[in-house]
């Protein structure tokens, strides 16, 4: 009895019966079908290829598709809701499919959800991707682009990729095998807004390991496209993507890259616009003498940060100090226009805060202020 095919993508079924193909077979044209009927088909006397016509030889040799055969397996256990154990899914044969040249999209799709759900909680499944070639055949799927499944496999892939980059072996590895291009091109090009916001995460768990963040500051257009989805993105895309710059920018010398790339702009325009995280990275980037004079030209830059200080959660009240600290020390006027603000007195409050680093920041500010001997309150010099 034939299998009902309704419910199955079109590359389980066979091109001769449209049925599901419970035995494929590739021919030397390249093409699949399911055994029985491309053995009918040469029975009948036919040396051609039912799709493309290409002569077969007198004797054509039909090779097992075991990757496509995995394929329609693990798509069966999941329709029917069976679980699905490490032994009915063979991940080097996930590994071939994505691989393969004549792989399509679609059939790429289902190998990358397969190894997605393998790889989430299993620190030996994502080892043995990154030792066995999974990293090249995950980046092709990120790199697909105009194509009807594109964009559930590029979103598929990045989370994949996400995934393999949670030990800090394969954070390296996945580097020096060539990922940033793709996860790069993803911040400026991703096929939806969850590709733009996973591929900036993914630039986040990367940067953990410390060798990472010098070579992804380096890499051409990495910070740029970070700064770009701050500036343009949707507020998921902003946060992860101020999130990346937090984690790139504690490496010192992506500091001045981020600047020269205009981030401090955008970051205080992200801020005033109710993302907290900004705050973070400006803390790092008032370390930055460019940094500073970059903030200091902003107008309103003070005003935006004692906001913070009088709504913000506890840790943006610690970068936020932290941000005035180091600026009010090379700049008299920003530290004229602090005490004009408020912040003296703010300060005074945040003395008694249940953080330490708050507590700690709020004093060093306080010296600061009574060191350049500007400190006033209720007009007068205390």
Known sequence: ???????????????????????????????????????????????????????????????????????????????????????????????????????????????????????????????????????????????????????????????????LSLDDDNKVGLVAEGGLCQIIESLFRGESSDCRATAATVVTSLAVVEVNKATIGAYPFAIKGLVSLLNVGCFRERKEAATALYALCSYPDNRRRAVECGVVSVLVNALSEGLERAVEVLGLLAKCRRGREEMVRFDGFVRVLVNVLREGSSRGVQYALMTLNLICLSSESVCAEALREGVFELCLRFLEDDSEKVRRNASSLIKVFGGAGSVRANGRSV
């Open 1 to 163: 009895m034939a299998t009902t095919t309704n419910n199955y993508p079109d590359d389980f079924k066979c091109p001769i019966s449209l049925e599901l193909m419970s035995e494929p077979v590739i021919i030397s044209s390249g093409h699949t079908f399911d055994r029985r009927s491309i053995q009918r088909w040469l029975d009948a006397g036919h040396r051609t290829c039912p799709i493309t016509n290409l002569p077969l030889s007198d004797s054509p040799i039909l090779i097992p598709n075991h990757a496509l055969k995995s394929l329609i397996s693990s798509y069966n256990n999941l329709h029917h809701q069976k679980p699905i154990s490490n032994h009915q899914l063979n991940p080097q044969t996930l590994i071939s499919t994505l691989t393969c040249q004549k792989s399509t999209p679609e059939v790429k799709l289902m190998a990358v959800e397969e190894l997605l759900g393998l790889s989430k909680h299993d620190f030996d499944v994502r080892k043995r991707l990154c030792e066995s070639g999974a990293v090249k055949g995950v980046l092709g799927c990120v790199g697909v682009r105009n194509n009807q499944n594109g964009v559930e496999l590029q979103e598929k892939a990045l989370k994949l990729l996400l995934n």
